[in-house]
């Protein structure tokens, strides 16, 4: 799996939008970022650069909790959206052990181990086999074992929460569509139709159009404006 250099920088800059700390430069303030999209694209970096893949780990481990599973399920099915099924195996696998409350069982038939060996890094792994990490392993995929480096791989959380309302609000509120409405509009407005934007948000229109409805009744849209 190869990626051009405009392909890593592009992900780099979300993933440095998102909290990551790789010195890439943040994507445009007023892109919205899918962290759907992100954790899905996600399976596909970590072949692209052992350091992105190590700081990508890291921003699992920490924010991995805020994935919606039925948003994902839809994504895939629905629009066929290109991931790697082994890495997507790794990653449910750490996010499920430190969040036990989300469904991921519904994401499980996604899943498919390696069919031979296949190492993380195009450089050769520097530990014996009994010392490749485990998670990784579960899906014939060798790394080293994973060492906590995310003060050196994220940036601090009051940091990132300020400037990143796609993770505060998913933190924030238990409900996807209105974290993800909300995050839309404070990166891009009003200016597209709520057809467009339940599209962008991967929403079911009538699941928005409610926030719409609530969001214009409560003046929401309005305080939105003023913040940004």
């Known amino acids: 799996m190869t990626f051009s250099n405009k392909e ?10 998102l909290g990551g700390r790789l010195g890439f430069d943040s994507s445009p303030s007023d892109q919205y970022l899918d962290l759907e999209e992100f954790f ?18 890291n921003w699992v481990r920490t924010y991995g909790f805020v994935i919606g599973p039925s948003k994902l399920k839809r994504i895939i099915e629905k629009e066929n959206y290109q991931y790697d099924p082994a890495v997507f195996g790794v ?9 036990k409350q989300l469904n991921l069982k519904l994401l499980e038939k996604f899943c498919k181990k390696k069919s031979h060996l296949t190492y993380r890094s195009a450089a050769k792994v520097k530990a014996r086999p009994s010392d490749y990490d485990p998670d990784w392993m579960a899906f014939n995929i060798a790394t080293q074992q994973f060492v906590d480096e995310s ?3 994220l940036l601090n959380f009051e940091y990132t929460l300020n400037h990143c309302p796609e993770l505060r609000n998913r933190i924030e509120t238990g409900d996807i569509v209105s974290a993800d409405y909300k995050s839309y509009l404070q990166r891009e407005g009003q200016a597209q139709s709520l057809n467009a934007i339940s599209k962008r ?14 969001f214009e ?7 939105l404006a003023q913040q940004g």
């Not at 996600?42 to 692209?48: E, G, L, P, S």
């Not at 948000?201 to 609530?214: D, E, P, Q, V």
């Not at 009744?217 to 305080?223: D, M, Y």
Request: proline share 0%; net charge positive.
């Open 8 to 17: 890593i920088q592009e992900f780099g800059s979300k993933l440095t939008s």
């Open 40 to 57: 899905l694209d996600a399976t596909r970096f970590v072949f692209a650069d052992e350091r992105l893949a190590r700081c990508i780990e």
């Open 91 to 99: 990653f449910l696998r750490i996010v499920g052990r430190n969040e």
């Open 151 to 153: 003060k050196k791989n």
């Open 201 to 214: 948000i991967h929403a079911h229109y009538s699941n928005l159009h409610k926030f719409y409805t609530r």
């Open 217 to 223: 009744k409560f003046g929401v849209h309005s305080r």
